[in-house]
């Protein structure tokens, strides 16, 4: 069936980013959020979203087990930017993980590691909020490549807007460039796409630039856009 969100999915298709967040940003006021995890498309929205609006919610999913170089990058975030960050976790700390679930749960079921690292936190911080912005590319994974501009995001019941669908990791990266946007250092280290440091590792040129990401299960998405 053809709704009225499809037909604004197929409008918004045409679009440049930059306006379809301006669009967004008009349309959903307060209740809009943009998920980062600073990676190189977050830098992207976080750039061209401050150009809309200067007082933009970001939110960030901390597991606890994020690069010292990502959390380094949200400070530099926060001063370049002049923003401030909204850090959403689970109160569940490592060490009581370990104690519930085994050491090393990423090792031993990264689903669940992801759900009660991310997942959950992230259902709790959306329940009151009315659209989500988020980074994902239809040229990343198998399972991103049917992802709309916009769509109803039945797992966590809101609008998800991805602007950036119909880019590809070159246009990415010139427009970081361009605009002379900080960005992770890791991302010049072999770490196209930059997670949780236990299930993030450097690609060789010419892999899959996912396959640093769980590498050598069969997992290849935390679960929050699936
Ligand atoms: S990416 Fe790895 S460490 Fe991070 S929450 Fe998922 S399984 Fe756990």
Redesign the pocket.
């Known amino acids: 069936m053809n709704t009225a969100l499809d037909q604004l999915a197929a409008q918004l298709e045409e679009w440049d980013p930059l306006d379809i967040l301006r669009w967004a940003d008009k349309t959903y006021g307060v209740g809009l959020v943009l998920a980062s995890s600073f990676g190189a498309e977050d830098m992207v929205l976080v750039d061209m979203w401050i150009q809309v609006n200067p007082h933009p919610t970001i939110f960030y999913l901390d597991?606890g087990?994020l690069f010292t170089e990502t959390y380094q990058l949200i400070r530099r975030v926060e001063q370049h930017y002049r923003v401030q960050t909204i850090r959403v976790a689970t109160s569940l700390t490592l060490e009581e993980q370990a104690g519930h679930y085994g050491e090393a749960?990423?090792s031993t079921n990264?689903d669940h590691?992801?759900t009660l690292?991310?997942v959950q936190p992230l259902q709790q911080y959306l329940a009151d909020k009315t659209a989500w912005i988020t980074g994902i590319r239809r040229d990343q994974t198998v399972q991103r490549r049917h992802a709309a501009v916009i769509a109803y995001d039945a797992r966590y019941h809101l609008i998800k807007i991805n602007p950036l669908v119909r880019w590809n990791e070159r246009d990415v990266f010139r427009y970081l460039v361009r605009h002379q946007v900080p960005y992770n250092p890791l991302h010049d280290c072999g770490y196209p796409s930059i997670?949780?440091m236990?299930?993030t590792h450097a690609i060789k040129p010419g892999d899959d630039p996912r396959s640093g990401r769980w590498a050598g299960q069969e997992k290849t998405e935390?679960g929050l856009h699936l």
């Open positions: 597991t087990l749960l990423w990264p590691c992801c690292r991310k997670g949780c236990p299930c935390c």
